[in-house]
């Protein structure tokens, strides 16, 4: 178990070196210099390499690599070359709408996918599972952002139980802000839970159909005991796989949803950082991604060990 | 007898009749079997002999339709509540599945899925149940300073795994005992200490037992009665004694033949130069790190093996699982790395290092074990079988081709117009069939004949063997028969090669080596081998 964990640590520390790497070098070959960029075109050439030394773009590329780096160690990113601001309170502030967000639409997605997906497996080919399979249908095939709208339609507009959009922040409490979250994050959750739904459905099938449910069954136990007790959890690591990726998709991948409801999240924040040629913001919130995506893969694989024995004792 | 006439029967099967989506399973099956007693159903594959056992159970798949009467102990199992039939599994009524390697969860402890049982039926604590768990278990023969409770069944062999699911099936004394080809996956030591433990077992708790197999030679002994099953149907049923002496009905009679067949063959005359030649073999696999930075250990899987095999020769390799033999068939076929020694096959070398010459490739083909799943469904037969004649020098014309196909399709016994089926139309042995046509449509001269006839029903077997025989005698091929089965091997080789651990620990003339075995494995492992000449004596002397 330990030599798992271990390994599990090197290949993280890998990963995030290189992926720095990919993302330094992918930063320096996009055309445009953000020195001119920020000074727009009529500037002296003088001042906009005073500027570029200002900024350390005059320095070797590892130099640059290094400092770069070195920074993000120590949880200094560097200053916005737009808006002159640390870029850790920037991504700091959008982080504390993302990430709750993220967690949110996470939540509700396994909490309709579970009961919908146990439900449709288990009563395979009756009304209750043609039915589930329907709706995780359309779920899957409505854009997110059409059904954003619907929901801004009928919950903000015509029942106003809820505002259209805007993020109060968190100082305004804690229910306020979880309450203005609440609308985008079932738009984030609809589609998540229709492929969520749908794994836990084949996975479950698939678990129903071994040999060890039949001898589950022959010691006595009833359809749903054996089906909760034994196929659940071996049903498991296909939905331990999907969660893992959705929730790294939906701390960067929100950014249509965070536009139809005006919310300063992480996605917004990078494109207007793509669009300003804002290169130290970008390189700094991918890295944070890629952060993100490899620890909650790390947490997945614990996940995967904790579910299945058999994984423990693995190379 | 006046027990017999007096007793009321544990199990009675009055008129059971089973269809599956409208496909007739079971036709009015009656079956009588009490306490204490233990009943064979024999049958190949196909015949409904486990699907009475799901009858027996009320656990049959989805679309089942049963009709008729199923009682045991007083009760009808036929128009029971689901909730009252949860209280009789497992309790009353145990069951021992066929495949111990996936009927078990893997996610839990052997001692969790034993007390669940317990503590399922009987309202003890959890310490209790497991303390109950480590006593049944340690009677299955998995003591518990060797086997722990929080064993999880991936950390156990084939066997062992079987022994858990018998625990759990008579963790609670259960009155009747249902053991579903409960040896079949087994090797021939393994399969005897199974069989024994189960006799045991009966015994000492006075459980009926119903042990359904294919095997005559495994209930012969075993059995007090016996149902002989083809097609849904009883053909013949009553005391082993009798229904061995009689054997009133044509299927049991050839189905009994079948077990005991003996293929013709015509001894080859070896010729000085072999045709296989191996020599210090040695195949090692990486084995997981032990510790973080050490050296990964290798596992040798086959140690330094020497053997030859003449032109027109069969011989047969024997060993039980985890003994080398497939790792070693896999290096003369060149599809695995060898650590060293060499193998030549007709002068030219084999080694994955090097691309196999068309010669070689053309002289060596191979039948695999798994008829079901060495082709591939997509393809017609034609093009499976043709599929050899792209390792020549030359690929034939399609025109060629076509003649080739039909006359190996011929030579195996199959028609012409199987060539444009797929495989999923065949049956088991037909497939095999195809297997064969596939490996002599070369004409090589060595065929390696990994467990080629281990799956198959024994009527079946018998034909491919006779197949086979018929071939070698025609063609003057030479067979490599490796096989865990022993009669097989010894039916239709010429000399035999006894492996364990790695290593030829016997090797000889075939009737030599099971005459008079020299090496105390050897001997093991014929004692083992459940013999049905033996058995029926037994039974006839018994019952004089």
């Known amino acids: 178990m330990i030599h798992y964990l271990f390994k599990r640590c090197l290949i993280l520390l890998a990963t995030l070196i290189v992926a720095s790497l990919v993302v330094f070098v992918t930063i320096e070959v996009v055309p445009g210099d953000p020195a001119s960029f920020m000074l727009g075109l009529n500037a002296q050439p003088d001042t906009v390499n005073a500027l570029r030394a200002e900024l350390g773009l005059d320095q070797s590329r590892l130099q640059r690599y290094l400092s770069w780096a070195g920074g993000l160690l120590k949880g200094d990113f560097g200053i916005s070359y737009t808006y002159r601001t640390p870029v850790v309170d920037m991504v700091r502030d959008r982080l504390g709408v993302s990430l709750p967000l993220a967690m949110y639409a996470l939540l509700l997605s396994v909490l309709i996918a579970f009961p919908a997906g146990v439900l449709a497996a288990s009563r395979r080919g009756g009304v209750g599972d043609t039915a589930i399979m329907g709706v995780t249908q359309l779920g899957l095939a409505i854009p997110n952002f059409w059904f954003a709208m619907l929901l801004v339609l009928l919950f903000a507009i015509k029942l106003t139980w809820f505002s259209a959009g805007g993020f109060p922040g968190w100082d305004s409490g804690f229910f306020v802000a979880m309450k203005s979250l609440t609308l985008p994050a079932i738009a984030l959750a609809l589609p998540q839970a229709s492929i969520l739904t749908r794994v836990m459905r084949s996975s479950l099938l698939d678990v129903l159909n071994e040999d060890f449910m039949r001898t589950a069954r022959a010691k006595g136990l009833s359809k749903r005991a054996a089906l909760w007790k034994h196929a659940l959890r071996n049903a498991m690591i296909p939905v331990l796989t999907i969660l893992g990726l959705q929730f790294s998709f939906l701390l960067a991948g929100a950014i249509i949803i965070e536009n139809v409801f005006f919310l300063p999240g992480l996605g917004r924040l990078i494109f207007q950082s793509i669009a300003s040629r804002d290169l130290i913001v970008v390189e700094s919130v991918v890295m944070l991604l890629v952060f993100a995506v490899v620890l909650v893969t790390f947490m997945v694989d614990l996940a995967y060990a904790w579910v299945d024995p058999r994984l423990r004792g693995a190379r | ?544």
């Open chain 2, 1 to 544: 007898m006046i027990d017999k006439v007096l007793a009321k029967p544990l199990l009675k099967l009055t008129d059971v009749s089973l269809q599956i989506h409208g496909t007739p399973i079971l036709k009015r099956i009656n079956l009588e079997l009490l306490a204490g007693k233990v009943l064979g159903i024999i049958g190949e594959s196909g015949s409904g002999k486990s699907m009475t056992a799901f009858s027996i159970l009320q656990l049959l798949p989805e679309g089942s339709d049963l009709s008729g009467v199923i009682e045991f102990d007083g009760h009808t199992l036929t128009d029971m509540q689901e909730t009252r039939l949860c209280e009789l599994r497992g309790n009353a009524i145990g069951m021992v599945f066929q495949e111990p390697m996936t009927a078990l969860n893997p996610v839990q402890s052997i001692g969790q899925q034993v007390a669940e049982s317990i503590r399922l039926h009987q309202a003890v604590s959890k310490k209790m149940a497991w303390q109950q768990a480590a006593v049944v278990l340690e009677r299955v023969g998995l003591p518990n300073d060797e086997f722990p409770l929080s064993r999880f069944p991936h950390e156990l062999s084939g066997g062992q795994r079987q022994r858990v699911v018998i625990a759990i099936a008579v963790a609670l004394k259960p009155q009747l005992l249902i053991a579903d080809e409960p040896t079949t996956a087994l090797d021939v030591t393994t399969q005897s200490e199974i069989l024994h433990l189960l006799k045991k077992l009966v015994q000492e708790e006075n459980m009926a037992l119903i042990f359904i197999t294919h095997d005559l030679a495994v209930v012969a002994d075993v059995a007090d009665d016996i149902a002989i099953m083809r097609d849904g149907e009883v053909l013949e049923s009553g005391s082993t004694e009798r229904v061995f002496r009689e054997l009133s009905h044509p299927y049991s009679q050839a189905l009994l033949g079948a077990s005991l067949h003996v293929p013709e063959r015509i001894s080859a005359s070896i010729a000085p130069a072999p045709l296989l030649d191996v020599k210090d073999l040695v195949c090692e696999y990486p084995m997981p790190r032990q510790r973080l930075f050490g050296l990964k250990p290798v596992f040798r899987a086959v140690n330094k093996i020497s053997f030859t095999i003449a032109p027109g020769e069969s011989v047969g390799l024997v060993g039980e699982s985890g003994c080398g033999k497939s790792t070693l068939s896999r290096a003369l076929l060149g599809i695995l790395p060898v650590q060293g020694g060499r193998v030549m096959l007709a002068g030219h070398s084999i080694h994955t290092s090097q691309a196999l010459t068309h010669e070689v490739r053309r002289k060596m083909q191979v039948v695999f074990q798994d008829p079901y799943s060495s082709f591939n469904p997509r393809h017609k037969v034609a093009r499976l079988i043709a599929e050899p004649l792209f390792v020549l020098q030359q690929t034939p014309t399609r025109a060629q081709q076509k003649t080739m196909v039909l006359e190996s399709l011929q030579r195996v016994g199959l028609e012409a117009q199987d060539a444009d089926k797929y495989i999923h139309e065949f049956s088991g042995g037909q497939r095999q069939r195809i297997a064969i046509a596939r490996a002599i449509i070369n004409k090589p001269e060595l065929i390696v004949l990994d467990e080629a006839v281990s799956a198959l029903d024994v009527s079946v077997r018998a034909q491919i063997l006779d197949l086979l025989a018929a071939l070698a005698n025609d063609h003057g091929l030479s067979y490599l028969f490796i096989s865990h089965d022993l009669s097989v091997v010894r039916n239709i080789t010429d000399r035999v090669l006894v492996m364990q651990h790695g290593e030829i620990v016997e090797r000889g003339d075939t009737k030599t080596v099971f005459d008079s075995p020299q090496n105390s494995y050897t001997r093991a492992l014929l004692a083992a081998v459940p013999r049905l000449s033996d058995s029926i004596a037994a039974q006839a002397a018994g019952f004089k």
